[in-house]
């Protein structure tokens, strides 16, 4: 590298970022250290200060890295770091940042300790932030932030949030294209009113009765886990949906037409049985379709799902090409009644794979039927798969239904497979 000119230094060296590659380089030559100011992206790992001999603090050495940088676009701190810390970089590169990702650490705090200033509240320096990516944060309290007007990519990952103060830190980024809130808890409602917004992924942990509501025109991609009440309706845009709620229940939902949908996931122990009918109705139009819900029933008690006509439900979902059914779903499928009367000229026109999860030796010779009915019916049909997953009986049932099933896969091997 001493042959190349001093501009195509910088630029090879402008590409690196980890904090202990450029303090290295730093030591190289005073040509190598000229180019250091050049350099766009700083990035410590946690375990950056750990073999650390000298009299300043980690807090201190960030700060002389950061302000021998020119234009700062980039910083990412693993390592543990004060607010007063985060302040002081942040006076410095503040303007320049484009891209912010910090490992909080502050979960464990006591609830009448904050820290002064708080690290929430330093970001507020970083006025041209483009993408803010926090982990381990502690939010009971509003964050004083003016507003991000250019912030586009805003994802939290392990979280205590207050109600109050979520609103206030969602309000002060009116032009957010991309959220992630992922493992927050002590959220009880969400209302989410961003313009701009096209993918949104929500995970909230604890009794799973959180109440969400969306207006967001121009969402594409949408993920919800831990809510009873959701509401959303603009949906025009929507290509992919996924709800689950794996701690409670889901007791309502409200979309409009969901015209545009390919994808849907609903998942979760139980659903008010309204729910389900309504999301298959407004999801006329999708592609794939996973189903994982155990039970319904609209009170304490669990209950199975009622039977569902197989030729009804694809003909209300023509466009269906990939099935992913679990247990109840596909035990609704297989009620006697549902066969009896199917229409001879009836198909399943655009199915390609079916991935169905058997759970039970129950009503064997139904099962085996609706199996038979996906080959029968679906003309293009490509790929059956066949999960037996914790069959739970001891009975000699289980053995014969799994040998029906052996004796089915080796009759179609070209289209049917055991996993």
Same mark, same amino acid.
């Given at each position: 590298?001493?042959?190349?000119?001093?501009?195509?230094?910088?630029?090879?060296?402008?590409?690196?970022?980890?904090?202990?590659?450029?303090?290295?380089?730093?030591?190289?030559?005073?040509?190598?250290?000229?180019?250091?100011?050049?350099?766009?992206?700083?990035?410590?790992?946690?375990?950056?200060?750990?073999?650390?001999?000298?009299?300043?603090?980690?807090?201190?050495?960030?700060?002389?890295?950061?302000?021998?940088?020119?234009?700062?676009?980039?910083?990412?701190?693993?390592?543990?770091?004060?607010?007063?810390?985060?302040?002081?970089?942040?006076?410095?590169?503040?303007?320049?940042?484009?891209?912010?990702?910090?490992?909080?650490?502050?979960?464990?705090?006591?609830?009448?300790?904050?820290?002064?200033?708080?690290?929430?509240?330093?970001?507020?320096?970083?006025?041209?932030?483009?993408?803010? +990516?926090?982990?381990?944060?502690?939010?009971?309290?509003?964050?004083?932030?003016?507003?991000?007007?250019?912030?586009?990519?805003?994802?939290?990952?392990?979280?205590?949030?207050?109600?109050?103060?979520?609103?206030?830190?969602?309000?002060?980024?009116?032009?957010?294209?991309?959220?992630?809130?992922?493992?927050?808890?002590?959220?009880?409602?969400?209302?989410?009113?961003?313009?701009?917004?096209?993918?949104?992924?929500?995970?909230?942990?604890?009794?799973?009765?959180?109440?969400?509501?969306?207006?967001?025109?121009?969402?594409?991609?949408?993920?919800?886990?831990?809510?009873?009440?959701?509401?959303?309706?603009?949906?025009?845009?929507?290509?992919?949906?996924?709800?689950?709620?794996?701690?409670?229940?889901?007791?309502?939902?409200?979309?409009?037409?969901?015209?545009?949908?390919?994808?849907?996931?609903?998942?979760?122990?139980?659903?008010?049985?309204?729910?389900?009918?309504?999301?298959?109705?407004?999801?006329?139009?999708?592609?794939?379709?996973?189903?994982?819900?155990?039970?319904?029933?609209?009170?304490?008690?669990?209950?199975?799902?009622?039977?569902?006509?197989?030729?009804?439900?694809?003909?209300?979902?023509? +466009?269906?090409?990939?099935?992913?059914?679990?247990?109840?779903?596909?035990?609704?499928?297989?009620?006697?009644?549902?066969?009896?009367?199917?229409?001879?000229?009836?198909?399943?026109?655009?199915?390609?794979?079916?991935?169905?999860?058997?759970?039970?030796?129950?009503?064997?010779?139904? +099962?085996?039927?609706?199996?038979?009915?996906?080959?029968?019916?679906?003309?293009?049909? +490509?790929?059956?798969?066949?999960?037996?997953?914790?069959?739970?009986?001891?009975?000699?049932?289980?053995?014969?239904?799994?040998?029906?099933?052996?004796?089915?896969?080796?009759?179609?091997?070209?289209?049917?497979?055991?996993?």
């Amino acid at each position: 590298m001493d042959s190349l000119p001093d501009a195509i230094v910088q630029y090879v060296l402008s590409h690196m970022n980890n904090a202990r590659d450029v303090a290295v380089c730093n030591c190289v030559s005073k040509r190598w250290k000229d180019s250091m100011p050049f350099i766009r992206s700083l990035y410590f790992p946690r375990n950056s200060f750990d073999n650390h001999v000298g009299s300043d603090n980690s807090d201190e050495i960030i700060w002389r890295m950061v302000s021998s940088i020119e234009k700062l676009e980039e910083l990412v701190v693993y390592s543990p770091f004060s607010g007063a810390g985060l302040s002081s970089w942040l006076s410095i590169a503040g303007s320049s940042l484009r891209h912010l990702e910090l490992r909080m650490d502050n979960l464990t705090e006591q609830q009448g300790y904050r820290e002064i200033p708080s690290k929430l509240d330093c970001i507020n320096a970083a006025k041209n932030l483009e993408s803010l +990516k926090l982990w381990g944060v502690l939010m009971t309290q509003s964050p004083n932030w003016d507003g991000f007007q250019n912030l586009q990519n805003l994802e939290i990952v392990g979280a205590r949030l207050e109600d109050p103060a979520l609103s206030v830190l969602l309000h002060a980024c009116p032009n957010l294209t991309n959220l992630l809130l992922l493992g927050c808890e002590g959220v009880r409602s969400i209302s989410i009113d961003l313009p701009h917004l096209e993918q949104c992924k929500l995970d909230f942990y604890g009794v799973g009765n959180c109440t969400f509501s969306m207006n967001s025109p121009k969402i594409k991609v949408l993920e919800v886990q831990g809510c009873s009440w959701i509401r959303v309706r603009e949906t025009k845009n929507l290509r992919s949906l996924s709800i689950a709620n794996n701690a409670g229940r889901v007791y309502m939902v409200d979309f409009v037409k969901l015209v545009a949908l390919e994808f849907l996931s609903i998942r979760g122990v139980q659903w008010c049985w309204d729910a389900i009918c309504s999301m298959l109705q407004w999801a006329s139009e999708v592609k794939h379709l996973y189903m994982k819900v155990e039970f319904t029933g609209d009170f304490e008690a669990l209950q199975p799902f009622p039977e569902i006509d197989l030729a009804d439900f694809f003909n209300s979902h023509p +466009k269906l090409q990939k099935f992913d059914i679990h247990g109840a779903m596909f035990a609704a499928l297989c009620q006697k009644s549902s066969l009896k009367n199917v229409d001879k000229g009836f198909v399943i026109p655009c199915l390609e794979e079916v991935v169905v999860t058997v759970r039970s030796p129950l009503n064997a010779e139904q +099962k085996m039927s609706t199996l038979e009915s996906f080959l029968k019916y679906g003309k293009n049909l +490509k790929t059956m798969v066949i999960k037996i997953l914790q069959m739970k009986s001891n009975h000699s049932s289980a053995d014969d239904f799994f040998d029906e099933i052996c004796r089915f896969r080796y009759v179609n091997r070209k289209i049917v497979r055991i996993e």
